[in-house]
């Protein structure tokens, strides 16, 4: 069955330093990847979708990486700040309607 | 929030008793999702829509039935609530114009069932 993992145990970053999450998937082969952030008490937000032709996607101070020989995405905040801190959820999707959500890293930006 | 409501925003009920819970969408979007939430487990899908009276089931689709007469609305119906089913019930949309895919969530429905 289709697996996707992300890191279970937070991560902890000093504020300035780049984060960075990764996302590995198995069993299947993704047509695009989403990545989105959720804080407490709230629904997921969208911030990236990188495609499977693409290499890396940037927005600001976050760029996203699609390897799908290695099936795995990595997630990186630069710059990071303490509001950069919640859940980062990361999606692969075969192309149809739906999408498959892994469980999420908490990352914890450290003033 | 792109313009989705989820009522009502709480709700604590008996094991047994019928729940509704609706979604409502002014963006015009053609795709609605039902998910649930739980630790341990994340977001998972129930059921999803796209179209007027079109739905499909998700992974955890046992127990659920769902409705959609119009585009913007969307309800969830628990026939008989067990305690198994006590989560956080998310909404979401995709399909409009700024991308096919990227989904918007609703505020979320905290469900307990005693």
């Known amino acids: 069955s289709q697996k996707i993992e992300q890191n279970s145990e937070a991560l902890n970053i000093q504020e300035g330093k780049t984060a960075t999450l990764t996302c590995n998937y198995t069993n299947y082969s993704p047509a695009y990847l989403q990545w989105y952030r959720q804080d407490p008490g709230r629904g997921p937000v969208f911030l990236l979708l990188?495609?499977?032709?693409?290499k890396e996607k940037r927005k600001e101070r976050l760029k996203v990486t699609f390897d799908t020989t290695l099936k795995q995405s990595l997630f990186h905040i630069t710059a990071s700040q303490p509001a950069d801190s919640a859940t980062y959820l990361c999606?692969?999707?075969?192309?149809?309607?739906?999408?498959?959500f892994g469980k999420g890293t908490r990352l914890h930006i450290l003033p | 929030d792109a313009g989705i409501t989820q009522s009502p925003r709480h709700k604590v009920t008996e094991t047994g008793t019928p729940v509704t819970l609706r979604c409502h969408q002014t963006e015009n979007h053609r795709y609605m999702y039902w998910y649930r939430q739980d630790p341990g487990h994340g977001l998972r899908l129930i059921h999803y829509?796209?179209?007027?009276?079109?739905?499909d089931k998700g992974e955890v689709s046992d127990g659920y039935s769902v409705s959609r007469s119009k585009t913007e609305d969307f309800l969830l119906t628990l026939e008989s609530a067990t305690s198994s089913q006590t989560s956080v019930y998310f909404c979401?949309?995709?399909?409009?114009?700024?991308?096919?895919?990227?989904?918007?969530f609703g505020p979320g429905t905290r469900l307990t069932v005693t």
């Open positions: 979401a949309i995709s399909g409009g114009l700024t991308g096919a895919y990227e989904q918007y």
């Open positions: 990188i495609r499977e032709n693409e």
């Open positions: 999606a692969p999707s075969g192309g149809d309607d739906k999408i498959i």
């Open positions: 829509s796209y179209g007027v009276k079109d739905t």
